[in-house]
């Protein structure tokens, strides 16, 4: 909207010149951020209050010998998450491209499907009363099928068509191969997994958050480069005309990330919930994919990927196909809880790996 605006101003009057700076990705992206950032912190009492006297608060499944520290009275405030991010894309993006649309949808969609979910939950007052695992993934695949139809058809997607399906990788300087229409079926497994692992990972006071603002900081730094031509052309990225919008959007999710931990720190009175997390998971899956870096994600995202290796090790290969467990609990941050790790020891070394993980995510834009 302000981009529009400003747009509009510098054609009326020429003393306005100055609202050329609406044109600058990087200053867009810094006012996306404070915008993302205060209005979390301002309108967060507000919603959290409204959400808390409707009774939608967390409950917590009861493990045996196993509890976790801090307020047990948390209420969801995904959407107030979700909200921050949407204003700000508004306000600050090209709402117009389809670079700024697909981010949009995947927003949306996933941040819709986990209020599904955390409604049903709220309703029955019981974690285990939401969405089936079956329905999650049904939905997801739809979506992301959809999603990926979209971005590999020509005439729709945002991306030059002859790189649109070409797999990229880190430390190599050209394209894996062409997937043609097989891209459709990685987006699905991309997006869907990247959207559930964030959601797994959301189980202690500030765990997720900042892994998610880290890692939406690297993607942005990529996406930045490959909108410019010089830049890319000299770290021989691919160049994409208009990805800059993604590097925006990066930036508010970071600040509002950053907001949200306002309230989500240790002991937080208010957790992502399915709404939150699912959202940021989905646009995180969704900008992989724009910006062609998918598999960067299995560095700059090893919280994440630990985090759902160790639910498929433990319940899918250890518990269900060989009887025994490798975890005391999974996922993985409740085994660190059940050894007797303080949430916050858990909650910070994670954040420590998830900062080194994000510096050697950077330092794939030399290493190629």
């Given at each position: 909207?302000?981009?529009?605006?400003?747009?509009?101003?510098?054609?009326?009057?020429?003393?306005?010149?100055?609202?050329?700076?609406?044109?600058s990705i990087s200053f867009r992206a810094l006012c996306g951020a404070i915008t993302a950032l205060l209005s979390t912190i301002?309108?967060?009492?507000?919603?959290?209050?409204?959400?808390?006297?409707?009774?939608?608060?967390?409950?917590?499944?009861?493990?045996?010998?196993?509890?976790?520290?801090?307020?047990?009275?948390?209420?969801?405030?995904?959407?107030?998450?979700?909200?921050?991010?949407?204003?700000?894309?508004?306000?600050?993006?090209?709402?117009?491209?389809?670079?700024?649309?697909?981010?949009?949808?995947?927003?949306?969609?996933?941040?819709?499907?986990?209020?599904?979910?955390?409604?049903?939950?709220?309703?029955?007052?019981?974690?285990?009363?939401?969405?089936?695992?079956?329905?999650?993934?049904?939905?997801?695949?739809?979506?992301?099928?959809a999603f990926g139809i979209v971005y590999v058809t020509a005439d729709l997607t945002p991306l030059p068509p002859d790189l649109?399906?070409?797999?990229?990788?880190?430390?190599?300087?050209?394209?894996?191969?062409?997937?043609?229409?097989?891209?459709?079926?990685?987006?699905?497994?991309?997006?869907?997994?990247?959207?559930?692992?964030?959601?797994?990972?959301?189980?202690?006071?500030?765990?997720?958050?900042?892994?998610?603002?880290?890692?939406?900081?690297?993607?942005?730094?990529?996406?930045?480069?490959?909108?410019?031509?010089?830049?890319?052309?000299?770290?021989?990225?691919?160049?994409?005309?208009?990805?800059?919008?993604?590097?925006?959007?990066?930036?508010?999710?970071?600040?509002?990330?950053?907001?949200?931990?306002?309230?989500?720190?240790?002991?937080?009175?208010?957790i992502m919930g399915d709404t939150g997390s699912m959202a940021l998971g989905g646009l995180l899956g969704t900008v992989a994919?724009?910006?062609?870096?998918?598999?960067?994600?299995?560095?700059?995202?090893?919280?994440?990927?630990?985090?759902?290796?160790?639910?498929?090790?433990?319940?899918?290969?250890?518990?269900?196909?060989?009887?025994?467990?490798?975890?005391?609990?999974?996922?993985?941050?409740?085994?660190?809880?059940?050894?007797?790790?303080?949430?916050?020891?858990?909650?910070?070394?994670?954040?420590?790996?998830?900062?080194?993980?994000?510096?050697?995510?950077?330092?794939?834009?030399?290493?190629?």
């Amino acid at each position: 909207m302000i981009y529009y605006l400003g747009e509009y101003l510098q054609g009326v009057d020429a003393s306005l010149s100055f609202m050329r700076l609406v044109d600058s990705i990087s200053f867009r992206a810094l006012c996306g951020a404070i915008t993302a950032l205060l209005s979390t912190i301002l309108f967060g009492n507000r919603i959290i209050l409204h959400f808390y006297r409707l009774g939608h608060r967390d409950i917590p499944r009861n493990y045996l010998n196993f509890s976790s520290a801090g307020n047990p009275s948390k209420t969801y405030g995904g959407p107030l998450l979700v909200a921050a991010i949407l204003l700000s894309i508004v306000l600050w993006c090209k709402v117009h491209t389809g670079f700024v649309l697909l981010c949009l949808g995947g927003l949306l969609f996933f941040a819709g499907l986990g209020w599904i979910d955390d409604f049903l939950k709220v309703r029955h007052r019981d974690s285990d009363h939401g969405l089936s695992e079956v329905a999650k993934l049904a939905l997801q695949g739809a979506y992301c099928t959809a999603f990926g139809i979209v971005y590999v058809t020509a005439d729709l997607t945002p991306l030059p068509p002859d790189l649109a399906t070409q797999l990229y990788v880190p430390f190599l300087k050209f394209p894996l191969f062409d997937l043609s229409l097989f891209y459709v079926l990685f987006i699905v497994f991309t997006i869907t997994a990247i959207s559930n692992s964030v959601n797994i990972a959301d189980g202690v006071d500030g765990l997720a958050v900042v892994p998610t603002a880290f890692v939406i900081a690297v993607f942005g730094v990529f996406a930045y480069i490959s909108s410019h031509a010089r830049f890319a052309e000299f770290l021989i990225f691919p160049f994409m005309p208009g990805v800059g919008e993604v590097a925006i959007v990066c930036s508010i999710v970071f600040g509002s990330c950053l907001g949200f931990l306002w309230f989500n720190s240790y002991p937080a009175n208010v957790i992502m919930g399915d709404t939150g997390s699912m959202a940021l998971g989905g646009l995180l899956g969704t900008v992989a994919v724009l910006v062609k870096q998918e598999f960067l994600f299995l560095i700059v995202g090893g919280i994440f990927v630990a985090e759902a290796l160790s639910v498929i090790i433990q319940d899918k290969i250890g518990v269900k196909w060989l009887g025994r467990r490798f975890f005391a609990r999974a996922p993985i941050h409740h085994h660190f809880q059940q050894r007797g790790l303080a949430d916050t020891k858990i909650v910070i070394r994670f954040w420590i790996v998830a900062g080194i993980l994000a510096l050697f995510g950077l330092a794939t834009i030399k290493i190629r």
